[in-house]
């Protein structure tokens, strides 16, 4: 039987009370989200928090809006919800194509955006996604807000630029009229990590690419993007070559490590590969096709 | 800590240690054995049951997070109607051999048919993908979920 190792709980009632709580529990507290990654993690004693703050009752961190020319999703909104945004599904079809690949749907009804985003796993779906997209996170602490770009988020496998009293509270995406976007993934099984995941939006306007995000999952590209082949893109055709071409830069922007998911040359195989078809189905989806 | 949740409709208080799993706290201090606990590791969806009417994998919620929540349990699908047509499925297409993923892929079926009572094969698999059964093959199980969604609840047909 795997169990927690035994933890204190208290849930927070603010976003701001939740921040006190961490800096009055210091180091050894963490905030609990949807669990579905730290509880896991605290049964095998690879997390030992002394203290755990429950956020799932702050609703100021739930629901999906417009803001501007921006889309906010706040942290405590779950997986489902993603999955099933008429709002997201208007402006970028990534979401919900990732999303129907990401855990499965228990999971998915627990599991929360903002602890994918905290717990940075090097083969975590929405990170792909959120990259690609060149999104935004807000962070709090207790003298206020920051925003730091995603591609700019991640310090390494696991560790973000969320420091020890802080709370990320929103992830933001710019709207991009005309944008068509897709994810490509492949797995072992249903629900599971991926061997390789790939997505991509793409902006054609008067038969060019006039804008594009490329975002990798699992296979060790920096910061889950390929910015060469973004830059490659730009002025471009979307012609079978030049999609081709960006595809290979992609796969190039990869550094994947051998593991029971496959060997290396197989996951740049696929970086290749699936970002060539997010691309292609990107690309059309922004021409009407 | 105390801890109350309201299990099937009953309010359960109990002193628990905070690291205690919903799962623990339903089978144990509330004795409702009807959810089974396998793997532990959030991959069997054995331990499925609904917090605040959806539904996740108990195994991986604190009980203390179901604190003034609201959890229904394989025990409520049977009321004073009669059997839940799921269960009645599951009878009916041979949908269990060992019976032992049965509670968790009945809750995930009625939890599925109450948003989309008319759902595809396809959506049926999404549904229970989450779930592991060793016996069935599934193919039953699917086909109890359908028989299930032919013949909706009486209180359904009259609302
Ligand atoms: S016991 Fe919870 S998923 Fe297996
Ligand atoms: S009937 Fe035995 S595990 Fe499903």
């Known amino acids: 039987m795997q169990t927690p190792a035994p933890t204190d709980y208290v849930r927070a009632t603010s976003v701001a009370n939740a921040i006190a709580l961490l800096e009055e529990h210091g180091e050894e507290s963490r905030l609990l989200a949807g669990g579905h990654?730290?509880?896991p993690m605290m049964k095998l004693r690879v997390a030992r928090p002394e203290m755990l703050i429950d956020?799932?009752?702050?609703?100021?961190?739930?629901?999906?809006?417009?803001?501007?020319?921006?889309?906010?999703?706040?942290a405590m909104v779950t997986h489902r919800e993603v999955l099933e945004s008429p709002v997201l599904a208007e402006h970028y079809a990534i979401f919900r194509e990732a999303e129907k690949v990401i855990a499965d749907p228990l999971v998915r009804n627990r599991g929360t955006?903002?602890?994918?985003?905290?717990?940075?796993?090097?083969?975590?779906?929405?990170?792909?996604?959120?990259?690609?997209?060149?999104?935004?996170?807000?962070?709090?602490?207790?003298?206020?807000?920051?925003?730091?770009?995603?591609?700019d988020f991640h310090e390494g496998p696991y560790t973000t630029?969320?420091?020890?009293?802080?709370?990320?509270?929103?992830?933001?995406?710019?709207?991009?009229?005309g944008a068509g976007s897709a994810y490509e993934k492949v797995e072992r099984r249903v629900g599971d990590w991926p061997v390789c995941s790939a997505g991509a939006y793409v902006v054609v306007s008067g038969g060019v690419v006039s804008d594009c995000g490329i975002g990798l999952t699992a296979v060790g590209a920096e910061h889950f993007c390929?910015?060469?082949?973004?830059?490659?893109?730009?002025?471009?055709?979307?012609?079978?070559?030049?999609?081709?071409?960006?595809?290979?830069?992609?796969?190039?922007a990869s550094d994947p490590s051998p593991d029971q998911r496959g060997p290396a040359d197989y996951k740049k195989h696929l970086a290749n590969e699936l970002t060539y078809r997010a691309l292609v189905r990107a690309a059309a989806a922004s021409q009407g096709a | 800590m105390q801890v109350t949740i309201t299990i099937n409709g009953e309010q359960v208080t109990r002193d628990v240690e905070p690291r205690t799993l919903l799962v623990h706290f339903v089978r144990e201090d509330?004795?409702?054995?009807?959810?089974?606990?396998?793997?532990?590791?959030?991959?069997?969806?054995?331990?499925?049951?609904?917090?605040d009417g959806q539904a996740v994998k108990s195994c991986t919620v604190l009980a203390a997070q179901a604190d003034g929540h609201e959890v229904t349990t394989v025990e409520a699908l049977e009321t004073a109607d009669g059997l839940d047509p799921v269960q009645q499925g599951f009878i009916e297409c041979h949908g269990l051999q060992c019976g032992f993923c049965t509670p968790g892929m009945m809750m995930t079926a009625r939890w599925l048919l109450d948003h989309n009572p008319n759902p595809s094969e396809e959506e049926i698999r999404e549904a229970i993908s989450g779930q592991i059964c060793r016996c069935t093959g599934y193919k039953n199980i699917v086909e109890a979920i359908q028989w299930a969604a032919e013949h909706p609840k009486t209180s359904e047909v009259n609302a």
């Open chain 1, 113 to 151: 955006v903002g602890g994918s985003m905290c717990q940075a796993d090097p083969s975590e779906d929405l990170s792909a996604v959120g990259s690609a997209l060149k999104g935004t996170v807000v962070i709090e602490n207790s003298s206020g807000r920051r925003t730091v770009e995603l591609r």
């Open chain 1, 226 to 252: 390929a910015p060469d082949a973004e830059a490659f893109l730009i002025g471009k055709e979307p012609t079978e070559e030049n999609l081709r071409a960006a595809a290979q830069l992609a796969s190039d």
């Open chain 2, 30 to 51: 509330a004795g409702l054995r009807g959810t089974h606990w396998g793997c532990d590791t959030s991959n069997c969806g054995a331990c499925t049951l609904w917090v």
């Open chain 1, 37 to 39: 990654s730290l509880l």
């Open chain 1, 161 to 177: 630029k969320v420091e020890a009293a802080e709370i990320l509270v929103e992830v933001r995406f710019p709207i991009r009229p």
């Open chain 1, 55 to 74: 956020i799932n009752e702050l609703d100021e961190l739930r629901g999906i809006k417009i803001e501007g020319d921006e889309i906010v999703i706040g």
